[in-house]
């Protein structure tokens, strides 16, 4: 990741509706959740919501794909895991197994949270 994508990354993150938006899409996984549920489950108005969403977009960390009429927002793990990685590039002045465990995590292509895929008991989505 160039330092240009992390300070957009970071700067998507420095606002409380969007930090928010990001915490709950990463904690639904890659099953993701229309802009309807999102609005509804953070009490955030249609309009703003729409907003936030595309400068997380923008920024890497939210993806969006349809579903019949609706549109499903998600993390980017690839984006989350790039910033992460990025923070902790030169991490621990070259004790790198400081930063062990969120690197394991990354390396290990896992999100923070994650949780049974919708309607599965045995498949994780991540």
Not at 1 to 15: F, S, T, V
Not at 73 to 79: E, H, L, R, T, V
């Given at each position: ?32 959740l229309p802009a309807g549920a ?36 998600a993390a980017s793990f690839p ?18 197994e400081l930063c062990a465990p ?25």
């Amino acid at each position: 990741m160039e330092a240009k994508n992390a300070i957009d990354a970071l700067a998507a993150l420095a606002q409380d509706s969007r930090l928010a938006v990001f915490r709950l899409l990463v904690r639904e996984g890659s099953a993701g959740l229309p802009a309807g549920a999102i609005a509804e489950q953070l009490g955030i108005p249609a309009p703003t919501l729409s907003f936030h969403l595309n400068q997380l977009s923008a920024a890497g960390l939210v993806i969006s794909r349809r579903e019949g009429r609706s549109i499903i927002y998600a993390a980017s793990f690839p984006g989350m895991r790039d910033l992460l990685g990025f923070l902790a590039e030169d991490c621990c002045q070259g004790r790198p197994e400081l930063c062990a465990p969120v690197l394991d995590r990354q390396a290990a292509d896992e999100a923070p949270s994650c949780k049974p895929a919708r309607g599965r008991t045995t498949a994780k989505t991540c």
